[in-house]
């Protein structure tokens, strides 16, 4: 009975090796980190993603010369490709998840809501083409919204970063650090909101809409939200995306919460022999979005954090 515990422990040991350890999964996490940052930046202004005009032309060129189904999908794809610069970072982000987090059903209904959403006002415009002559036309509060989605682009980076962090142990990205700089993005997204702050798309606005006092009011509300967890506050709406509270700097945070003994299971079997308490296997991963969740609003729990503590001897397995 022993032999064969051991044997699935150690298959489990070579398994959660396979799966962390390969430096391909600190690079790409790394490359994610630069790809949502070129993102972002697209998004403020500083350059377009656009795919080749010659593509567009052609195809719709081709779509105008045949008709039935094959047209309509002719006009799709050229529609895909014209509005490559706004979708594709948006796209890109829900694909991201998918091959990060090994999450299928969240990138789904992202994909599916994005999906419904675009095609809605085609829709309906088809069936009522004089509703067009009311409509907005594109300027300002269209590119506020492409401004918006880089500073959440740009917050969101950061997790990938993190994780690449953990992974190779540089210590560049504490808790606090990371808190710190989601605090300035979201303070600059609500001057922004503001005008205080200006991109390079932006034209002149003589008086802040409804829309945007309440939308700079939610973003500096956050970021008061966020100001505790510079000192140890756990944060569970964000818990899931900062680094764990073991991995703050600040020497007066008095709760950091459930530790671990060791990160070696022999290790770890050997002093729980010699303190004759259970061994409590975590199992955990730098990239691990329900392991930070669960590092920050369960290990922090002071019954949970004396329990574990005092009563066992925590293993956390990578």
Not at 99 to 110: E, K, M, R
Not at 124 to 148: C, D, E, T, Y
Not at 200 to 206: A, E, G, I, L, V
Request: hydrophobic share 50%; aromatic share 12%.
């Amino acid at each position: 009975m022993i032999g064969t515990r051991q044997i699935e422990i150690e298959k489990i040991k070579i398994n959660a090796n396979d799966v962390e350890n390969p430096s391909s999964l600190k690079k790409f996490n790394r490359f994610l980190f630069f790809l949502l940052v070129v993102f972002a930046c697209s998004f403020f202004g500083g350059f377009e993603l656009m795919l080749p005009a010659s593509w567009s032309s052609k195809i719709d060129a081709k779509a105008e010369s045949v008709s039935g189904v094959l047209g309509i999908l002719l006009m799709a794809c050229t529609l895909v490709i014209v509005s490559f610069s706004c979708t594709g970072p948006i796209i890109g982000t829900l694909l991201v998840s998918v091959s990060t987090q090994g999450n299928i059903l969240g990138p789904a209904v992202g994909m599916f809501g994005f999906a419904l959403a675009l095609a809605i006002p085609f829709s309906f415009f088809a069936f009522f083409p004089s509703v067009l002559k009311n409509l907005p036309r594109s300027g300002n509060w269209l590119n506020m919204v492409k401004v918006l989605l880089g500073f959440f682009e740009l917050a969101f980076s950061l997790k990938f970063l993190s994780v690449a962090d953990l992974a190779y142990g540089w210590g560049l990205l504490s808790r606090p650090t990371f808190i710190a700089i989601w605090i300035v993005i979201f303070v600059m997204a609500g001057l922004y909101l503001l005008g205080k702050i200006k991109m390079p798309h932006d034209t002149d606005m003589p008086y802040v809409s409804v829309p945007r006092l309440l939308m700079a009011i939610a973003s500096f509300s956050f970021a008061v939200y966020l100001l505790p967890g510079l000192f140890g506050a756990p944060l569970n709406v964000i818990s899931a995306f900062a680094p764990p509270i073991s991995k703050s700097d600040a020497s007066f945070i008095q709760n950091r919460g459930a530790e671990a003994k060791s990160h070696d299971y022999d290790e770890a079997l050997k002093i729980a022999a010699q303190e004759n308490k259970p061994l409590l296997i975590d199992f955990t991963g730098y990239g691990c979005v329900n392991c930070r969740k669960m590092e920050t609003a369960v290990w922090t729990n002071l019954e949970v954090a004396d329990l574990v503590n005092n009563k066992c001897v925590l293993v956390s397995l990578f």
